[in-house]
């Protein structure tokens, strides 16, 4: 198997773990900020926007994860990028 081959489906089965902390934390706080100019109180909102997932608590933790599972996805993706195009051949030559 050869290096972007193996980049790519590293990058492939990894993305869409990386991407969903992501994707709460957009969402929890763009959803959050909409409902407060509202006046409406969705302070748990905040909660899961911070990490705070009720039982399992990663406020801690929470901003350096996202950093790191950011740099994976953005590096990932620009390694697939810059990595050289192959392309098939076939048995017989495109025709003119």
Known sequence: ??????????????????ALPLLITALSGSLYGALSARDIEAFWLMKLHTGNFGVINLQ?????????????????????????????????????
Not at 1 to 18: D, F, G, Q
């Open 1 to 18: 198997m050869n290096r972007r081959h193996l980049l790519r489906r590293v990058h492939r089965s990894l993305v869409p773990m990386a």
């Open 60 to 96: 801690p933790y929470y901003s350096t994860v996202l950093g790191v599972l950011t740099l994976f996805v953005a590096c990932s993706g620009i390694g697939l990028l810059q990595a050289p195009w192959t392309r098939r051949t076939s048995a017989s030559p495109p025709p003119n």
